[in-house]
Structures are given as structure tokens and as C-alpha cells.
């Protein structure tokens, strides 16, 4: 697979942890943040919809 197909991360370059393990940033949990480097791009895009998830839950 070319780089240019990846599904590229979510990150935002502003990394830290809250209280939940979960990034202030970009809403990934530290563990899903360590393994999205050798995630699939179908395991990619199932952490894209939880960060959704988690981001829309911290909105309200």
C-alpha cells in the first residue's frame, strides 16, 4: 500500500492524557495512539468513529 493511501491520523499535536487515557487533542486512547502505526487502515478508520464518538461527548 503507497503512504498516500494510509488513513492518516487524527492528531493534532497537542498530546496529553486526560484522567480517562483518553488525548485532550486528538481523543484517541494512549493505546490506540501507540498502535496506529501498525493499525490497518479498516482498524484506522473503527478508532476514526470512536474518536467522533468520544469528541462529541466531550461537546456537550
Do not use: F
Not at 498516500?4 to 485532550?24: G, M, T, Y
Not at 487502515?41 to 469528541?55: F, G, I, K, M, P
Amino acid at each position: 500500500m503507497d503512504i498516500k493511501d494510509r488513513v492518516r491520523s487524527p492528531c493534532v499535536a497537542v498530546c496529553a492524557l486526560d484522567e480517562n487515557d483518553v488525548c485532550i487533542g486528538c481523543h484517541r486512547t494512549g493505546d490506540e495512539i501507540l498502535r496506529w502505526t501498525t493499525m490497518t487502515n479498516d482498524e484506522r478508520r473503527q478508532v476514526l468513529q470512536y474518536v467522533a464518538a468520544r469528541e462529541e461527548k466531550h461537546l456537550i
